[in-house]
């Protein structure tokens, strides 16, 4: 792969490294595909971005299903969701607390944040796919 290709890998990612490597590995499977050395825009790069979409896709949904399934009754999804609606900080976290309105909304009920706390623990655990991460001390946890 030439240094320019290289480039418009990089910044065709975002900064992403995740996305880097896929768009990587895309690329130069196509051009090993078609029995090529080099990594040419067309078709391998053209290629490589439907296919990492493709992928980010299905891991994407792999990761909320596994975050919202259960065999018993809970509010996962509803949770998960509020998270998604949750008012964020600069660094795009938030407190658990941030999710009483949204939450409340969903349901359409006052809710307190002692009642979904577990689930987003769970969601920081491989258990619900680590949809989530959790740092910060005691009383001031952001996710």
Same mark, same amino acid.
């Given at each position: =792969?030439?240094? #320019? =290709? ?11 490294? $995740?996305?880097? $490597?896929?768009?990587?590995? $895309? ?26 979409? @493709? ?7 792999? %990761? ?7 065999? *018993? ?5 509803? /949770?998960? %969701?509020?998270?998604?609606?949750? +008012? ?6 938030? @407190?658990? #607390? ?7 909304? *969903?349901?359409?009920?006052? /809710?307190?944040? @002692?009642?979904? *706390?577990? $689930? ?5 655990? !491989? +258990?619900?796919? @680590?949809? !989530?991460? #959790?740092?910060?001390? #005691? ?5």
């Amino acid at each position: =792969m030439d240094e #320019k =290709m290289q480039k418009e890998i990089v910044k065709f990612s975002c900064g992403y490294p $995740h996305f880097t $490597h896929l768009l990587s590995l $895309h690329a130069c499977r196509c051009a090993v595909l078609r029995s090529r050395l080099n990594v040419d825009f067309y078709p391998d790069f053209d290629l490589s971005v439907s296919l990492a979409i @493709q992928e980010s896709f299905e891991s994407l949904r792999n %990761w909320y299903h596994d975050a919202k399934t259960t065999n *018993i009754e809970s509010l996962y999804e509803e /949770v998960l %969701w509020a998270a998604a609606l949750a +008012e964020t900080d600069e660094n795009y976290s938030f @407190q658990a #607390k941030d999710l009483v309105v949204p939450l409340g909304k *969903i349901l359409g009920k006052a /809710v307190k944040y @002692q009642s979904f *706390i577990g $689930h987003l623990s769970k969601f920081c655990s !491989l +258990e619900r796919g @680590q949809i !989530l991460e #959790k740092y910060g001390r #005691k009383r001031r946890v952001r996710y």
